[in-house]
T-cell receptor, first 113, second 112 residues
Framework: EAQVTQNPRYLITVTGKKLTVTCSQN?????MSWYRQDPGLGLRQIYY???????DKGDVPEGYKVSRKEKRNFPLILESPSPNQTSLYFC????????????FGNGTRLTVT | GESVGLHLPTLSVQEGDNSIINCAYS??????FIWYKQESGKGPQFIID?????DKRQGQRVTVLLNKTVKHLSLQIAATQPGDSAVYFC???????????FGKGTLLTVNP
């Protein structure tokens, strides 16, 4: 089944403790992206990747890092999480960046205390 | 946990009625538009898309209308069912970099 898989689905952590949210897609997509979703603000792009080893900042990149060493994986790294990063995170992919739909994972709900 | 549906405009319809969800966009250069459905606890799911060279596109029980003059997009759902209850949001992208910009969404509730 074609899908975008995120792990974990739920994560509670404390301020300053480094964490990684994994994202994997099995559709051989070139383009991958991370979003955060907050009430009243909608989906905002954190980082995106056009292809392996090519990443760039989205609208809200502060406090986040990403890497794209393989085509299928695009982990999101929070080196020192803070409470304002408490949010619902989505990974998405598409065959390329262009007029094509994004395929989303089922989300990771992160709480930073 | 807090629902993504809080703080959103809401539309409540009776089962079997037609639903119309609206979206205004601001960028006159937007070239591509998508509607997504997001059910509680799930990621956004693609419904239908439309390019700016069209003003209407139909899918199964759904129709998207694009009015470029007033920068307005609508999603029509025919014979709405309880399973259609979700948050619906539009997204647009320009012709230059194709970065999607998402609307905040509308919560559709279907009453049996």
């Amino acid at each position: 089944e074609a899908q975008v898989t995120q792990n974990p689905r739920y994560l509670i952590t404390v301020t300053g403790k480094k964490l990684t949210v994994t994202c994997s897609q099995n559709m051989n997509h070139e383009y991958m992206s991370w979003y955060r979703q907050d009430p009243g603000l909608g989906l905002r792009q954190i980082y995106y990747s056009m292809n392996v080893e090519v990443t760039d900042k989205g609208d809200v990149p502060e406090g986040y890092k990403v890497s794209r060493k393989e085509k299928r994986n695009f982990p999101l790294i929070l080196e020192s999480p803070s409470p304002n990063q408490t949010s619902l995170y989505f990974c998405a992919s598409s065959p390329r960046q262009g007029p094509v739909p994004l395929h989303f994972g089922n989300g990771t709900r992160l709480t930073v205390t | 946990g807090e629902s993504v549906g809080l703080h959103l405009p809401t539309l409540s319809v009776q089962e079997g009625d037609n639903s119309i969800i609206n979206c205004a966009y601001s960028n006159s250069a937007s070239d591509y538009f998508i509607w997504y459905k997001q059910e509680s606890g799930k990621g956004p799911q693609f419904i239908i898309d439309i390019r700016s060279n069209m003003d209407k596109r139909q899918g199964q029980r759904v129709t998207v209308l694009l009015n470029k003059t007033v920068k307005h997009l609508s999603l029509q759902i025919a014979a709405t069912q309880p399973g259609d209850s979700a948050v619906y949001f539009c997204a647009e992208t320009g012709a230059s970099n194709y970065k999607l910009t998402f609307g905040k969404g509308t919560l559709l509730t279907v009453n049996p």
